[in-house]
Structure formats: C-alpha cells, structure tokens
C-alpha cells in the first residue's frame, strides 16, 4: 500500500495573501486612524500661519505627523499595554484595536522603519531649533509607554506627557516655519496645552476603578474621579481665558474649550464607583473634536481672506 498524500485545506499563496491583510489591518489600527488628523493638523495649520508656505517641509512634516507618529505613539502602547488591553472593554473599535501578540514585532518593526527616514529629512529640512523640538514631541511618545519609563502611569506627567503629543507638532511647525514668540503664538499654545491636559485627565476618569484594580496610577487614580474632572474642568476654562488674551481673531476660538467644558460639567460629581459612565462623555469628546476642528478650520479660512 502506498501513503495518502497529505491534504491540502488551503493553498499558500491564499494563505500568505490572507496573513498579509490581517497584518496590515492590526498595524493600521493599532495607529488609531481617527486620530490621525489630532496630530497632522496642528503641525500644519502652525506651519502655515506662522508664515510657511506650499512646500517640502509641509509635505514631509504633515504626512510624519499624520502617520507614522501616531503609529510609533500608539503601536509602541499597544504593544507593551497588550495585556490590560485584553480586559478592557473599550478595546477593539474605534478607540484602539487589541493588537494581537503575532503582530507585536511587526507593528515595532514598521513604527521604527516608517519613523526614521521622515525624522532624517526633517531634521534636515530645520535648524538647530526645530531638530530640539522634534526631537523632544519624539522623545515624549516613547517614554509615555515604554517599559521603566513609563511617564503614563506618573499622576501629572502622564497628562503633561499626553498633551506634549499633540501640542508638540504644533510647536514644531511654527518653529520650523521661523514663527516669532509673540503673545498671541505662545497664548494659543499654552491654550492648546491646558485643553490637551484636561483632556487626558477626563478621558483617564473613566479607567479609575479598573486602573486602580491592576495597579496603574494616573491622575484619575490619584485624585479620584470627581476632583479630576473638575480639574479638566479648570483646564478648559484656562485655555479659554489664554485664548481671550490673545486678541482679535485667535480670542473668538474661546469659545471651542468652553464647549468641552459644558461637555464635562455633567460629571463633576461623579463618584469613583461610577466611573465607567464618563464613558458617555469620551465618547462625545471623540465626535467633538471633529466639530470643533471643522469649526476652527473655517475661522482660519475666514481670517486668511479677511
């Protein structure tokens, strides 16, 4: 008698196809594709009204802001947080994939290759000063998650760190742009700072209880979930009083962080046992910031043809 020949359930060219798309989409998502405008968009619109024009350096600075940063952001947290991912309940749509352990290496790898050569010719396109800016927006995304580091579980720097995230590229494009430090640049910053640090500080509130349960500090752990929102709270109206300061066009964007404000409000007596329901208000967080960059887009637009 002769052996059977070993049966084939599936060709290696459909297999390997079908490895390659799985792949593709856990490193994609692990990048978080909607919040890839959150760092592309500062970076361009500073680089532009600080006197930039259409050229390489917007080219080159905005599609590394759009992409491969928020991969090395975000892919680099995936991978070194996969196991707190795996029981929260958040995980898995929108607000981040849960990257599957085979795809571990894979995202590292691409976030390295994808970050370095943009890094090389912006820091070639830019003096001394933009290299120092970019290389400190670079240094903040890694030391947010990476092992021993990890500034993300540091209750204050962990929302000063987020907030480096995406004020940084804003930083950057004006200084790459040759921006001069006048009040009404350096209000809409630390404008832009204050929103982007209550903003963390709410988004952790929701994570309190379960954060608490595996150990990881944050500020929402350390003051609790009601005096953390209502610190956001301050935030926000901190960034909307920066913003008043800064005249005539930049002052009427006050009235963008006193939305999120009024978004908050709502939760400012919420108790740590109820934490999860600032779930909601993330969640309009999310869809707010799509109106509200549509809305300070327009007031750009406007100011430019005025």
Same mark, same amino acid.
């Given at each position: 008698?002769?052996?059977?020949?070993? $049966?084939?359930?599936? *060709? $290696?060219?459909?297999? #390997?196809?079908?490895?390659?798309?799985?792949?593709?989409?856990?490193?994609?998502?692990?990048?978080?594709?909607?919040? /890839?405008?959150?760092?592309?968009? &500062?970076? #361009?619109?500073?680089?532009?009204?600080?006197?930039?024009?259409?050229?390489?350096?917007? @080219?080159?600075?905005?599609?590394?802001?759009?992409? &491969?940063?928020?991969?090395?952001?975000?892919?680099?947290?995936?991978?070194?947080?996969?196991? =707190?991912? @795996?029981?929260? &309940?958040?995980?898995?749509?929108?607000?981040?994939?849960?990257?599957?352990?085979?795809?571990?290496?894979?995202?590292?790898?691409?976030? %390295?290759?994808?970050?370095?050569?943009?890094?090389?010719?912006?820091?070639?396109?830019?003096?001394?000063?933009?290299?120092?800016?970019?290389? @400190?927006?670079?240094?903040?995304?890694?030391?947010?998650? #990476?092992?021993?580091?990890?500034?993300? $579980?540091?209750?204050?720097?962990?929302?000063?760190?987020? #907030? %480096?995230?995406?004020?940084?590229?804003?930083?950057?494009?004006?200084?790459?742009?040759?921006?001069?430090?006048? /009040?009404? @640049?350096?209000? %809409?910053?630390?404008?832009?700072?204050? /929103?982007?640090?209550?903003?963390?500080?709410?988004?952790?509130?929701?994570?309190?209880?379960?954060?608490?349960?595996?150990?990881?500090?944050?500020?929402? %752990?350390?003051?609790?979930?009601?005096?953390?929102?209502?610190?956001?709270?301050?935030?926000?109206?901190?960034?909307?009083?920066?913003?008043?300061?800064?005249?005539?066009?930049?002052?009427?964007?006050?009235?963008?962080?006193?939305?999120?404000?009024?978004?908050?409000?709502?939760?400012?007596?919420? =108790?740590? $046992?109820?934490?999860? *329901?600032?779930?909601?208000?993330?969640?309009?967080?999310?869809?707010?910031?799509?109106?509200?960059?549509?809305?300070?887009?327009?007031?750009?637009?406007?100011?430019?043809?005025?």
């Amino acid at each position: 008698m002769t052996a059977a020949a070993p $049966e084939r359930t599936l *060709d $290696e060219p459909r297999r #390997a196809r079908r490895d390659a798309w799985a792949g593709l989409r856990q490193v994609v998502g692990s990048s978080r594709p909607l919040s /890839w405008i959150d760092t592309a968009y &500062p970076f #361009a619109a500073a680089y532009l009204l600080a006197g930039g024009g259409l050229d390489v350096r917007l @080219v080159v600075g905005t599609l590394y802001f759009l992409v &491969p940063y928020n991969l090395l952001m975000y892919g680099l947290n995936d991978v070194v947080d996969h196991a =707190s991912d @795996v029981a929260n &309940p958040r995980k898995g749509g929108v607000e981040g994939v849960v990257l599957d352990t085979r795809w571990h290496r894979t995202t590292l790898v691409a976030a %390295t290759v994808t970050n370095l050569p943009f890094v090389v010719v912006l820091l070639a396109l830019g003096g001394p000063a933009a290299g120092a800016v970019l290389a @400190v927006c670079v240094a903040a995304v890694v030391a947010y998650s #990476a092992p021993r580091l990890r500034f993300k $579980e540091r209750p204050g720097l962990d929302s000063a760190t987020s #907030a %480096t995230h995406f004020v940084g590229p804003a930083v950057y494009g004006a200084v790459l742009a040759g921006a001069h430090a006048s /009040w009404p @640049v350096v209000a %809409t910053l630390l404008a832009f700072f204050a /929103w982007a640090c209550a903003s963390h500080a709410f988004g952790a509130v929701q994570d309190v209880t379960a954060d608490r349960g595996a150990g990881i500090g944050s500020v929402a %752990t350390a003051l609790g979930a009601r005096r953390t929102v209502r610190l956001a709270m301050l935030g926000y109206a901190l960034a909307a009083l920066l913003l008043l300061t800064a005249g005539r066009p930049v002052a009427l964007a006050a009235v963008v962080p006193l939305a999120y404000l009024a978004s908050v409000a709502p939760f400012r007596h919420l =108790s740590d $046992e109820n934490c999860e *329901d600032a779930h909601r208000g993330w969640r309009r967080f999310l869809w707010l910031n799509l109106l509200a960059g549509f809305a300070i887009t327009q007031g750009l637009i406007v100011s430019a043809m005025a």
